[in-house]
């Protein structure tokens, strides 16, 4: 199904369920969202405060995620959903998981923005950090926008995406490595700030993961552990 | 800097839903059945039927395979021929005078209209099972006895006695009334009556056992026992169902048909029917976006 009309059943109390679970899912990819950009702004700009509004904030996004679960639950027991109806809860349940993932990635960044505040010396990783932080917004994003316009395209194009992230993110591991080598000292600040490329690169992860459910929820395709062969030459 | 969840939903994303499609629209621009209406080597199998009500058609160019051991539901929205195609398979639209059926309709290839095939030996062949109970004034035994009598089924006495007793071991009844074969048909609970209907169809050994709304009239557990008792049966016969309950047709069947306005929009595999249907239609009334 290309047109899922989610607002348009007889019964206008179950338009009402859903139209709040899907607004309930923007809001938390928003708040999602602007966490991951503060808690990079908080990184890259070693503004503490802000990392640990961040690191503190993860709680609101933990539970908006126990409430959709929730309301997804008392849809599944009562309504007892069928095809565009079934698979979007089954992609709400699952997406709402990444966001969650994703909210515990930005609390470590701003967690360990805190820690790196004074880590003044090392300016080079700030430029990779940015550019490997910004590949991932922008994919978040997109995956997000994605899945309020159901728009498959932009999903398998968003997904292919990562590619660039691992790429970005495989660099920075060999650039952190070698000065790990050459200034041991710097062991602890070297080690946070991996974690931050690896928890920038789960960020990925996730909304590639969102992008794969947005395509089930509209063509009913479960194209998770597909190549991108496979998915070019059925969708694109 | 205090970021709140209305900062967030001050700045929404902009959320284009799409365009309201006209279902009559989608209707009229159907011309053929959406998925696989034949199954290779199918118990019945029906080919361009058209059904009239005197001068009003019910049934449009209807072609459906019934395969074998297979449970297929027929679902649609109220007057959408479901149960006059149904009806159509052990021709009981015969009793209706202003009835008039076109198009083919085979049993094992045997054509339902041909010459050789008599109608009431059809219907032993094909036995229905009706949304009401109806248990004939009759007692228990002699309700499921009636068809094998007819038929002249059984040689004797004991015979007879195996068939009534089998038939209501495999109509799932036979611990409740073993006792009481005398009671008569009407005594039982509503749930019972259908099962003994359903053991006096099977009594005279059908092939397929049409249903049409069997459990409409009854309460959850009944309709629970019935449904378990078609998971069974299917492994014996090939069973089309009619019913209005979605759940029902999703839990029991493999094939799911859906039905609108006499035309038959899609068959497919139930698995697929509910969760991805192809047909806009189909997928507008499972999902109660309209009935």
């Known amino acids: ?236 | 800097m205090s970021v709140t969840a209305d900062d967030i939903l001050t700045q929404p994303r902009h959320v284009e839903l799409p365009v309201k499609d006209d279902a009559r629209d989608a209707f009229e621009r159907l011309t053929e059945t959406v998925g696989t209406v034949t199954v290779a080597d199918p118990k019945m199998r029906t080919e361009h039927v058209d059904v009239f009500y005197g001068e009003k058609q019910a049934i449009f160019d209807v072609s459906l395979d019934i395969g074998n051991n297979e449970v297929i539901a027929m679902i649609g929205p109220s007057g959408c021929g479901k149960s006059t195609f149904l009806r159509c398979l052990n021709r009981m639209n015969d009793t209706i005078p202003t009835c008039r059926v076109t198009g083919s309709m085979s049993l094992d290839g045997e054509d339902l209209y041909g010459a050789e095939l008599d109608p009431v030996l059809l219907r032993a062949r094909v036995g229905m099972v009706f949304q009401k109970p109806n248990p004939f004034a009759k007692s228990i035994y002699d309700n499921v006895a009636y068809g094998p009598r007819i038929h002249g089924l059984a040689a004797n006495r004991a015979e007879l006695d195996d068939i009534v007793v089998d038939s209501l071991k495999k109509a799932g009844l036979y611990d409740e009334v073993k006792d009481r074969l005398d009671a008569p048909g009407t005594s039982l609970s509503g749930g019972q009556q259908q099962r003994l209907c359903i053991a006096r169809s099977i009594a005279v050994s059908p092939e397929v056992i049409l249903m049409d709304e069997p459990c409409s009239a009854l309460d959850p557990i009944a309709t629970a026992r019935i449904e378990e008792l078609i998971s069974e049966l299917s492994q014996n016969y090939a069973i089309a169902i009619v019913t209005h309950s979605m759940q029902q047709a999703a839990r029991v069947s493999q094939r799911t048909a859906y039905f609108h306005l006499g035309k038959l929009v899609e068959v497919g595999d139930t698995k697929q029917v509910f969760t991805n249907p192809t047909h806009e239609l189909t997928e507008n009334y499972i999902t109660g976006r309209f009935g």
């Not at chain 1, 290309?2 to 899907?22: G, M, T």
């Not at chain 1, 309301?71 to 565009?84: D, G, H, I, K």
Request: charged share 30%.
């Open chain 1, 1 to 236: 199904m290309d047109k899922l009309h989610l607002d348009q059943h007889i019964s206008h109390q179950f338009n009402l369920e859903l139209e709040e679970i899907r607004n309930k899912v923007l809001k938390m990819g928003g708040m999602v969202e602007q966490q991951v950009a503060n808690g990079l702004t908080a990184l890259l700009e070693g503004d503490g405060d802000l990392g640990s509004q961040v690191a503190q904030s993860d709680f609101e996004v933990n539970a908006l995620e126990v409430e959709i679960d929730e309301e997804c639950t008392q849809v599944l027991a009562r309504r007892q959903p069928a095809a565009s109806d079934l698979r979007l809860i089954v992609t709400v349940i699952k997406v709402i998981t990444d966001l969650e993932r994703i909210g515990d990635e930005a609390e470590k960044l701003g967690r360990f923005s805190v820690d790196l505040v004074s880590a003044e010396d090392l300016p080079s990783y700030r430029k990779d950090l940015r550019h490997l932080g910004e590949l991932v917004r922008s994919m978040l994003g997109d995956a997000l926008d994605a899945f309020a316009r159901l728009d498959v395209d932009a999903a398998i194009r968003t997904a292919q995406r990562d590619d660039d992230v691992n790429r970005e993110y495989e660099t920075l591991e060999r650039l952190l490595a070698t000065h790990l080598v050459e200034d041991p000292r710097q062991v602890s600040k070297l080690f946070k700030i991996t974690w931050c490329a690896r928890a920038l690169e789960r960020i990925g992860d996730h909304s590639v993961n969102i992008c794969e459910y947005v395509v089930y929820l509209v063509k009913g395709k479960d194209i998770r552990h597909t190549s991108f062969d496979q998915i070019r030459s059925e969708f694109l």
